[in-house]
């Protein structure tokens, strides 16, 4: 007999836990990006410098993990609405969509508290959706559980 694997009831990232994700992101992003002002000296080459490894940030990491650092930190995955993994083109869409949402004066990330599935322009432009991970519960049992742990 095949043994299926768990199954869990996902829920959706609300706006307040992607607001801290996010944060994480921008606090890591303004990092590099001040590295870059003071190595080059030229806020021009800063400003290309910062687009380029937001889009090489977003995307790579999202397309590797479904999460970025920030989204790792507060325990969220972005997915795909038909559970397919996420692609190059997916986190293309989704950046590009993270361009929009910012040029429509951040109403894009705004809708996440009002949307039904907790979905901003970007997860709808890319079909994806923002879900908290199941916290994973140890139980100890025997001797370990008792404090009696051996250390052999």
Do not use: N
């Not at 990232?13 to 870059?36: E, H, P, Y």
């Not at 590797?64 to 325990?75: E, F």
């Amino acid at each position: 007999m095949e043994k299926k694997p768990k199954e869990f009831a996902l829920e959706y990232a609300g706006f307040w836990i992607r607001l801290g994700a996010g944060i994480i992101d921008l606090l890591i992003l303004a990092v590099l990006g001040l590295t870059i002002l003071f190595t080059t000296g030229s806020p021009s080459y800063s400003i290309i410098g910062v687009l380029l490894i937001s889009f090489a940030y977003f995307v790579g990491f999202w397309t590797w993990r479904g999460q970025t650092p920030g989204k790792m930190a507060v325990l969220v995955k972005v997915i795909r609405t038909d559970h397919a993994t996420i692609d190059w083109r997916c986190a293309l869409r989704r950046f590009l969509g993270y361009i929009t949402s910012t040029l429509m004066l951040l109403i894009g990330f705004i809708w996440i508290a009002f949307d039904s599935r907790k979905q901003g322009t970007h997860d709808k432009i890319a079909d994806t959706y923002v879900v908290k991970l199941p916290v994973r519960q140890v139980a100890f049992t025997g001797p370990y559980a008792r404090g009696h742990a051996s250390y052999g």
